[in-house]
């Protein structure tokens, strides 16, 4: 089998991945803050995470994988006080609804989903170090702040100088702060909070900062230094960055060796966001399609690339699926297990493991289920469901598939239109020798079941497999 190699956010490249303990890894993703129900964003990273999670295990490693709960926050506060509720009932109300949410999407549980409330006196002891360094400081306003100049390595993940960070910063005098980029280890209980939302500590009462608990949750979990760290994208600054900042200045050494990071969703090709009107909930979502056809439509994008979301595109990544299952409905697969050595579970291992390929690996599934089609092999049926079975997809009887997910409705024209418009932008990268982008989306397509032809005169045709 190739070796696993891994994008490092940190490092900006592709790297071999070599876990601290041979044959273990320790894996930690930033999940929820829980006071409203999830979005297609939060789907995104957390089938992005949970296909890493099962390829590794797929790959022989023993995986402890910890994705946690920011149940104490801000906006959580808030929301309990505009719904007149306990800050526990609120966050615990939408834990259930995030759960329901992840088993409809066939998202693996984690080893283990700590909430930041049950691990303040590990955060205490991490600034109480901090402090000893010379890295954290009570300010004015009873704040406890990391002193961001003191650490020398700031920005080193998200590539961005000191000096980039402060131009057309100002200090706000109320807070105390020594640094406008400093950022609050412990938040001074204020007057206007509920009488709950308080621990007492060293400094006086108060919270933990949002930072703080991922650094303490990770040490207390999985150990001074792990293998794996990962969130969205929107989380490399100022997030991780920080928590590189306050864990490394605690421990005073690295505490991370893989950075990963997931792209952003887009609709129609903007921004998401609930300003613009164009912010869907999983459960919004899951009204329209099935929650195999959102998975699907999840893995047919790289993890690291932009994911644009439209009906269309769900419309397409249903049709997509229903070929698959489609193969499979006339051949009974045999029991015999995984052949590893098999040319498509070579090609599809090779894909996953060049940085979790999910459309190359989606594009052999196709492969298979041409086979398939062709000879009614069930050596090959067994092969297509045993390789979709390793992320997530082809689980369930063919037959119940097609008659739950109606096949009406997905719009055919629409789908050709954005075919040909793929094959016209694949034409102008090729001219323009940006070969790199040609192939990407070549394999795009194929992911899609869209088999290209390139004729001698320049042109291209295509079918769909």
């Not at 400081?137 to 402060?166: I, T």
């Not at 594009?363 to 089609?373: H, I, Q, S, T």
Request: net charge neutral; hydrophobic share 40%.
């Amino acid at each position: 089998m190739s070796v696993l190699k891994i994008y490092n956010t940190l490092a900006r490249e592709k790297q071999p991945f070599s876990p601290i303990k041979p044959g273990h890894v320790s894996m930690y993703v930033c999940g929820m803050t829980i006071y409203d129900y999830c979005h297609i964003g939060h789907a995104r990273m957390m089938v992005a995470f949970d296909v890493i999670y099962r390829w590794l295990q797929a790959s022989g490693y023993e995986v402890t994988y910890v994705r946690n709960i920011t149940d104490i926050d801000d906006k959580i506060i808030k929301r309990a006080v505009e719904n007149g509720e306990s800050i526990s009932q609120l966050t615990s109300r939408f834990a259930a609804y995030m759960n329901e949410d992840t088993r409809a999407l066939g998202i693996l549980p984690p080893t283990a989903e700590p909430r930041a409330t049950q691990y303040v006196p590990q955060m205490l002891g991490m600034i109480e170090k901090l402090e000893s360094r010379g890295l954290a400081y009570k300010a004015a306003d009873g704040d406890v702040n990391f002193s961001v100049r003191e650490f020398p390595g700031y920005g080193k993940l998200s590539g961005k100088s000191l000096d980039d960070l402060r131009a057309g910063e100002r200090v706000d005098i109320n807070t105390g702060k020594r640094d406008p980029l400093d950022f609050v280890l412990w938040k001074a209980s204020k007057a206007t909070e509920p009488e709950e939302v308080k621990w007492p500590s060293k400094w006086g009462s108060g919270r933990p900062g949002w930072h703080i608990e991922c650094s303490a949750m990770v040490c207390e979990l999985l150990g001074e230094r792990i293998d794996i760290h990962g969130g969205g994208a929107d989380l490399q600054f100022p997030h991780h960055e920080n928590e590189i900042a306050q864990s490394e200045g605690a421990l005073q050494h690295p505490f991370v060796n893989y950075w990963l990071h997931n792209g952003f969703v887009r609709v129609d090709n903007e921004k998401m966001s609930k300003s613009l009107g164009n912010f869907f909930t999983i459960r919004d979502v899951l009204k329209k399609y099935d929650a195999e056809v959102i998975r699907f439509f999840i893995l047919r994008a790289h993890y690291r690339s932009p994911l644009n979301y439209s009906d269309a595109h769900l419309d397409d990544a249903k049709q997509s699926l229903t070929r698959l299952y489609t193969a499979l409905k006339d051949v009974v697969p045999d029991s015999e297990p995984l052949d590893r050595g098999e040319a498509h579970a070579l090609r599809f291992a090779e894909a996953m493991n060049d940085d979790f390929n999910t459309p190359l690996a989606v594009a052999v599934l196709f492969e298979l289920a041409n086979e398939v089609n062709r000879t009614k092999s069930a050596a090959m049926a067994r092969q297509l469901i045993a390789l979709a079975g390793i992320i997530g997809l082809l689980q369930r009887v063919p037959q119940h598939y097609l008659q739950s997910v109606p096949q009406q409705g997905c719009d055919r024209v629409s789908g050709d239109a954005e075919v040909l418009a793929q094959i016209e932008a694949r034409a102008a990268a090729k001219k323009s020798r940006n070969f790199t982008e040609a192939d990407r989306i070549r394999t795009q397509l194929s992911a899609r079941g869209i088999v290209l032809e390139d004729k001698p005169d320049g042109s291209t045709d295509w079918r769909r497999a």
